[in-house]
Structure formats: structure tokens, C-alpha cells
Nanobody
Framework: QVQLVESGGGLVQAGGSLRLSCAAS????????MGWFRQAPGKEREFVAA????????YYADFVKGRFTGSKDDAKKTAYLQMNSLKPEDTDAYYC????????????????????WGQGTQVTVSS
């Protein structure tokens, strides 16, 4: 049974930082690219960041470029999203996801491509 469990969310002031973690089990983690998405109530889930299977390539939504950094540690079977310079508009539930990729530098930016999802962790940024 595949499980992705996010942690690290919470309440932070604008300009602050948080690091989200996504611990994976039940899958060969090194065979997967990882992604981070966010969703507000009543809105569609939107792409935030993607990390390639080999942790070499990353891709970010324009609204987080230069502020957020995604990574994965295959030895720990964990993906991370370092979030700096947080803004109130970053307030959302954040989800990690895993996508099986044959290419070592493979990743995905569309939610429809992902195979597994975590349950989400809430990030709230106060002004």
C-alpha cells in the first residue's frame, strides 16, 4: 500500500519560512518524480513545483519562482518543499504527489499525470 504523508505545515507570518516534508512508503521512491500542489477551498488544485526522478531537474510555477525550492532524498524516501518569503496569498492546503517515470530526469507538472497523492498539510500565512 502506497502512502505519502506530508508534514511541516503551520501558521507563519508573512516573510517567514516553512519546510514541508513528504514521507513515502510502499513504492520504489527512486523511480518516481515528485510534485507539490496546493488547493484552496472551492478552487482547483494548482501546480507549485516538480522534482525529477533523479533530483536534478526542478520546475516551478511562476508565482513561487525564487522563493520555493523542491527536492527529494531517495535514501530517506522523502520529498521536501522549502518555502521562503511566504506571502498571505500562499495560504492553502499543500499536497505532495508521486509520478512514475522511466526517464531519470522525468517529472510532471499536470495533476492528472500523478499516480499517488498525500492527504495534504495546511499552510497559513498571516499578514
Amino acid at each position: 500500500q502506497v502512502q505519502l504523508v506530508e508534514s511541516g505545515g503551520g501558521l507563519v507570518q508573512a516573510g517567514g519560512s516553512l519546510r514541508l516534508s513528504c514521507a513515502a512508503s510502499g513504492l520504489t521512491f527512486s523511480a518516481y518524480g515528485m510534485g507539490w500542489f496546493r488547493q484552496a477551498p472551492g478552487k482547483e488544485r494548482e501546480f507549485v513545483a516538480a522534482i525529477s526522478r533523479n533530483n536534478v531537474r526542478t520546475y516551478y510555477a511562476d508565482f513561487v519562482k525564487g522563493r520555493f525550492t523542491g527536492s527529494k532524498d531517495d535514501a530517506k524516501k522523502t520529498a521536501y518543499l522549502q518555502m521562503n518569503s511566504l506571502k498571505p496569498e500562499d495560504t492553502d492546503a499543500y499536497y505532495c504527489a508521486a509520478v512514475r517515470r522511466h526517464a531519470y530526469d522525468g517529472f510532471a507538472t499536470s495533476a492528472d499525470e500523478y499516480d499517488y497523492w498525500g492527504q495534504g498539510t495546511q499552510v497559513t500565512v498571516s499578514s
